[in-house]
């Protein structure tokens, strides 16, 4: 805890140091993270300080130059040095999860189908980073040891795409309403396929637990728009494999592929 506390203070020290120099003034942070300092930055702005140990989100600012404000929140400024954003603040600001759940799939496939875009180097590829990730899951009980051996026989199976730039961390808390369109935040940016970015929409938002109808709902809604319904079933196992410790959502993922 204190190094938490002791990093976000220091993240808050450079967000102080920017305003600065930048000429802006800083209002009171947003939630506190344990990866970044967040605050809004005048009216129509937000600064955004980011820890060396979020080493997902490395490559937000060159994500953030390719999508130019088209289905993501506009890069005005950077320091690269001090990973530091100004960016385009989303008003009203607020999330999916005020939406109906139709409407709030119905936005992220259009959002995430303006984000998915081809890319290559210097974005890393999805898999360089998966194999590592499986290996240092903490599965929780039975359940969960199931399905990281699951995880790790869909993925030797799958031989994962690496030309598509992918937002990473695709969910409804992080696609804010932009005064009638919505733009995604806060991308942990990598090359890979669409249907990598859709299992974390299927287990949130937070205060919504998995369901089978929800989930293929959605998975449907996806599978519309184009993407692989093998391909996203796998995904979401091996996602779930190391990001997901619910007992219950555990059993719901590994029957994704029965």
């Known amino acids: ?24 003034e800083l209002g009171e942070p947003f939630a506190p993270s344990r990866y970044s300092y ?25 994500a953030l130059e390719l999508w130019d404000g088209d289905g993501a929140v506009r890069l005005l400024r950077a320091d690269r040095e001090r990973r530091a954003l100004l960016l385009e603040r989303a008003r009203p600001g607020t999330d999916l999860a005020e939406l109906a759940e139709d409407a709030a799939t119905a936005v992220a496939v259009g959002v995430a189908g ?6 290559a180097r210097p974005f890393r590829w999805i898999g360089d980073q998966v194999p590592g990730w499986l290996d240092r899951a ?17 993925y030797a199976e799958l031989e994962p795409g690496h030309s598509t730039l992918v937002h990473g961390d695709l969910h409804h808390h992080n696609l804010l309403d932009a005064g009638g369109r919505h733009l995604a935040i806060d991308p942990k940016p990598m090359l890979g396929e669409p249907e990598y970015d859709v299992p974390s ?5 937070l205060d919504a637990p998995m369901t089978p109808e929800r989930t293929e709902r ?9 993407l692989d319904q093998r391909r996203m079933r796998a995904w979401t196992v091996i996602r779930g494999a ?3 410790d619910d007992e219950d959502e555990l059993g719901l993922i590994r029957g994704l592929v029965a």
């Open 38 to 62: 967040v605050a809004p930055a005048g009216a129509d702005a937000v600064l955004k300080v980011a820890s060396r140990a979020d080493d997902e989100s490395a490559q937000e600012v060159e």
């Open 138 to 154: 903490r599965p929780a009980g039975p359940a969960g040891l199931e399905l990281v051996e699951l995880a790790r026989r869909l």
């Open 201 to 205: 929409f299927l287990w949130n938002p």
């Open 242 to 244: 190391y990001l997901v």
């Open 114 to 119: 303006r984000l998915w875009r081809p890319a």
């Open 218 to 226: 959605r998975l449907a809604a996806f599978a519309a728009a184009g």
């Open 1 to 24: 805890m204190a190094d938490a506390i002791g990093g976000r203070a220091e993240l808050a020290r450079t967000a102080r140091e920017l305003a600065a120099e930048w000429g802006i």
